[in-house]
């Protein structure tokens, strides 16, 4: 499968805000909720010191990330990213893709370590990829994720060098 990771433009916006609401309302793996607006998940995805990134399989798309720094100031060496991947495209490596993508991205912008602070602890696909591309869990917070069909369940913190 090839897939093409690229610069997101103002044009992809509109993909990135479906897939946005989709993952938002699911309720079961994104710490945005359905009530989240518009024009902040476009601040989250697209201001600056945020860069975005657009995944397509053969032109379609299919998922999309952004890297950031986790901190400002005296944590801003550590850079934070997300990622999502279209449930159409679920299944085929995506996220460890897009995931890899993003830790040379923030190697070349002087990163010397990623940190995911609010990792769902069901979303077990998702802890795999990112155990796949070299995280750790470093923390867990009891209970901080209000799932949608379980309740209360724990979140990882995620970390590795760069």
């Not at 044009?11 to 518009?38: C, K, M, N």
């Amino acid at each position: 499968m090839s897939a093409l990771i690229r610069a997101a433009t103002d044009t992809d916006w509109p993909h990135i805000w479906a897939l946005f609401r989709r993952a938002a309302e699911s309720g079961d793996v994104f710490a945005y909720d359905e009530r989240t607006t518009e024009e902040t998940a476009r601040k989250l995805w697209f201001d600056a010191p945020a860069t975005a990134f657009v995944c397509e399989v053969g032109g379609a798309f299919a998922g999309t990330y952004y890297v950031r720094p986790n901190q400002p100031g005296r944590g801003a060496h550590v850079a934070n990213a997300g990622y999502m991947v279209d449930p159409a495209f679920r299944g085929r490596g995506l996220a460890v893709r897009m995931c890899a993508h993003s830790l040379e991205t923030a190697r070349e912008r002087g990163f010397t370590a990623m940190q995911f602070n609010f990792v769902v602890s069901t979303n077990a696909a998702a802890v795999r990829a990112w155990q796949k591309c070299g995280f750790a869990v470093v923390g867990t917070l009891p209970g901080a994720y209000r799932h949608r069909a379980l309740g209360f369940v724990d979140v990882f913190v995620m970390w590795r060098a760069l």
